[in-house]
């Protein structure tokens, strides 16, 4: 999922790319064939935004939220940064599903409905609650539903219907991903290297026994929390990477680099093996250039007002694009892809303007008051 992006520090922040993966997202949801040529695949787009994440979260947490008593601050930003715009979404989400049953008696509250004795009284709280507070919404995808009510299954599209499939907001399970890494991360980030290094191999590890086991496709390839922590922690090194690089000129190397990113970003089809797990060559390629060029992106753009602007769209892009499509029906599927993108980005305009930038100032307040009463000693 795209990481909505920190708490402004001073200049920001890989826009760009940031939106580029957001629309590979919306394209991997509304076919056609724009992403035979541009953009990568969802699940690529994903852990790119794991990486993003763990590049961010890394640097807020040294270079912000490093005083006595920032941890708690910490989290609230985070989650205000979250939910205010997932509820907005979740909200107009809502209201779309209860028209669509109240006038063809179909949807997704009409499939709560219909599947409610199966899910039972257990299985319906915990989908009510994953729906509205996110934690948990990743397990929906290591579960399957029949007469029996929720078991565990490796292949959730075995399901009918997916679990997934009642959750008001299809792509939100990766802000469950998301949620656990802000969680942990306090405790982690704050570690010496080597042992983030350790960390991350375990993880990967972990990834390589599995994949020997079977366990190599969808959702093993990129929705398993304990697998996708190493790729937040490789984002994490990356900012580690930038720090220690902060005062190295690449006047050429860093745009060179950059460019390098966003090409390899955007035409991530004309090399790709279309393989549809972790350990293909395109993919490993793509994350190594992550870990690269993203100091040097990051320092190229970090002062570009423009590029932090665009990137601000790439959340409610995420978020939004799935209400869209679902309203948006047209015969060409390229045609009607592009006005999806279209009309997503305009919702995410609005979004951002009158949502995201009035609850970023109350957000830096609570930032400036925590630190006014510390009276700024550090850490």
């Given at each position: ?5 920190p ?71 985070r ?26 008696h179909?949807?997704?509250?009409a499939?709560?409905i ?9 299985g319906?709280?915990?989908?009510l609650?994953?729906?509205?507070f ?25 399901s009918s ?6 959750f ?46 079977g ?15 190493s ?8 900012y ?16 060179a ?12 089809p ?20 992550f ?6 992106l ?16 790439s ?25 999806v993108i ?19 100032r ?15 000693v550090?850490?």
């Amino acid at each position: 999922m795209p990481d909505p992006g920190p708490e402004p520090i001073k200049g920001h922040h890989m826009g760009l790319l940031r939106v580029i993966l957001a629309i590979g997202v919306v394209l991997g949801h509304t076919g056609g064939d724009i992403s035979r040529f541009l953009f990568v695949p969802g699940d690529v787009a994903v852990q790119g935004f794991y990486m993003i994440s763990g590049f961010y979260i890394a640097l807020v947490l040294n270079e912000k939220y490093n005083q006595a008593g920032d941890t708690l601050v910490f989290y609230k930003n985070r989650f205000l940064r979250i939910f205010q715009t997932y509820w907005l979404f979740l909200a107009i989400a809502f209201l779309a599903e209860l028209f669509s049953f109240l006038t063809r008696h179909s949807g997704d509250l009409a499939r709560w409905i219909s599947h409610a004795p199966e899910l039972g009284v257990g299985g319906l709280v915990y989908l009510l609650l994953s729906n509205i507070f996110l934690f948990g919404q990743d397990a929906a995808l290591f579960l399957g539903l029949d007469a029996g009510g929720l078991h565990w299954t490796s292949d959730f599209n075995a399901s009918s219907p997916p679990v997934f499939s009642f959750f008001l907001i299809h792509p939100a399970w990766s802000l469950a991903l998301e949620l656990l890494f802000y969680v942990l991360a306090p405790f982690i980030l704050r570690r010496s290297t080597p042992f983030v290094i350790a960390l991350a191999a375990c993880s990967l590890g972990l990834r390589a026994y599995a994949y020997t086991l079977g366990y190599s496709q969808n959702p093993w390839s990129y929705r398993f929390f304990p697998f996708e922590l190493s790729m937040f922690l490789a984002g994490a090194l990356s900012y580690r990477l930038y720090d220690r690089l902060r005062g190295v000129d690449a006047a050429i190397l860093g745009p060179a680099l950059s460019l390098c990113l966003l090409g390899a970003t955007l035409l991530y089809p004309l090399y790709s093996d279309d393989a549809d797990t972790f350990f293909s060559a395109a993919k490993i390629g793509l994350y190594v250039c992550f870990f690269v060029s993203l100091p040097f992106l990051f320092k190229w753009t970090k002062d570009n007002r423009r590029d932090r602007w665009i990137g601000e769209l790439s959340y409610p892009i995420y978020l939004g694009h799935m209400l869209i499509a679902h309203a948006i029906h047209f015969p060409a599927p390229n045609l009607r892809a592009l006005v999806v993108i279209a009309v997503t980005i305009l919702l995410a305009i609005g979004v951002v303007r009158y949502v995201e930038i009035p609850l970023e100032r109350y957000r830096q307040r609570n930032v400036r008051a925590a630190h006014a009463t510390a009276g700024a000693v550090p850490a």
